[in-house]
């Protein structure tokens, strides 16, 4: 499975962003599709997460700012990111889980908030 990332980039806070991850590559079964970031010198964490059943999960740092979403066909995920914050600068990795769990990684994608 090959994760390919796009979006990112320079904000102001207050400002919104987007990610897509789209998966392609093989015909395996994707169960979660998500999004992890990691600050310099913070380990990596989860963001936002949502399964084939159409749970989904956000951190709390997260909730009522962004938005993931999903379109299964083209196993696509989305994260919607709205009034950022200068915390949520960090590098942004697609994730990705089959259904037997094994995970595939993207190469992350650089999010700065900065004035």
């Known amino acids: 499975v090959q994760l390919q990332a796009s979006g990112g980039g320079l904000v102001q806070p207050g400002e919104s962003l987007g990610l897509s991850c789209a998966a392609s590559g093989s015909d395996v079964s994707i169960n979660a599709m998500g999004w992890y970031r990691q600050a310099p010198g913070r380990q990596r964490e989860l963001v936002a997460i949502t399964k084939s059943d159409g749970t989904k999960y956000r951190a709390d740092s997260v909730k009522g700012r962004f938005t993931i979403s999903r379109d299964n066909a083209k196993n696509t995920v989305y994260l919607q990111m709205n009034s950022l914050k200068p915390e949520d600068t960090a590098v942004y990795y697609c994730?990705?889980?089959?259904?037997?769990?094994?995970?595939?990684w993207g190469k992350g994608t650089q999010v700065t908030v900065s004035s």
């Open positions: 994730n990705a889980q089959t259904s037997g769990g094994v995970p595939y």
